[in-house]
Structures are given as structure tokens and as C-alpha cells.
């Protein structure tokens, strides 16, 4: 037993095992909701995805319809001006709901991986508080 890091250990007797129990649950309740908060992130991860690959697919579109109705207006009348004026307006406001789309698509990705690493620690904490209760067992036995 001299083996076990017992003199590192928070809780070390068997009058500590009430609160590391409680920390104990308290840890794996941590555990479960960032569990089940990055399991909802992922899930959600691929309508980011898709909404942004559709708004870049509409921003070129209304581009390139933007740039046709440009052409057309510098041989054209004061309507196709405005005719073009207008498609350079909604290219605008495309372009910048695709550059909307793909940010909100890279913030998940950073709460994913935020929550990736929250509950690796936590994981990490419940299982030296696993170790502390298996040591304290081993030293009481």
C-alpha cells in the first residue's frame, strides 16, 4: 500500500468519505450535463453546417445574377439600372448572411470543442476522486 499516493489526496481517511461522497455526486452530476450540453452541440452541428453551405450556394447565385443584371445595365435604360442596383443589394445582404452562417457555424464548433475539454477535466476529477475512495477502502480494510 505504500505505493497508493495517499499523502496527495484531498480526502485520506474514513471520516472524509461524507464529503468526498458528496463531492463525488456532485462531480458526476457536472459530468452528466456537460455530457448531455456537448451531445446537443454535436447534434446541432450539422444544420449549421447545412444552412451555411446554402447561404454561400445563394450568395453566388445572387452574385452572379448581380454581375448579369450589372452587364445588361451598362448597355440599358435608367430601369435596368435600377434593376441592378437592386440584385447588387440583395447580393450584399446574401453575401453577408452566408459570412453570418459560416461564423455561427465556427462558434459551435468552439463551444464543442470548449465543452470537449470542460468535461475531459471533470472526467479527470471524478476518476481521482474514484482513486481516493478505492485508497481509502484499501487503507480501512
Not at 95 to 121: C, F, G, H, S, V
Request: no cysteine; net charge positive.
Amino acid at each position: 500500500m505504500s505505493s497508493l499516493p495517499a499523502v496527495s489526496q484531498k480526502y485520506k481517511s474514513a471520516s472524509d468519505t461524507v464529503e468526498l461522497n458528496k463531492e463525488l455526486v456532485k462531480v458526476s452530476n457536472e459530468v452528466a450535463e456537460l455530457t448531455a450540453e456537448l451531445t446537443i452541440a454535436q447534434n446541432n452541428l450539422p444544420e449549421y453546417v447545412s444552412k451555411a453551405a446554402k447561404a454561400k450556394t445563394d450568395a453566388e447565385h445572387t452574385a452572379q445574377q448581380s454581375s448579369d443584371q450589372a452587364y445588361k445595365a451598362t448597355n440599358g435604360d435608367l430601369g435596368d439600372a435600377k434593376s441592378a442596383k437592386k440584385k447588387a443589394k440583395k447580393a450584399l445582404n446574401d453575401a453577408e448572411d452566408a459570412r453570418d452562417a459560416r461564423d455561427n457555424t465556427e462558434k459551435q464548433a468552439k463551444k464543442i470543442d470548449k465543452l470537449t475539454a470542460q468535461l475531459q477535466k471533470k472526467q479527470k476529477t471524478l476518476q481521482e476522486l474514484e482513486e481516493m475512495r478505492t485508497t481509502i477502502r484499501l487503507m480501512h480494510q
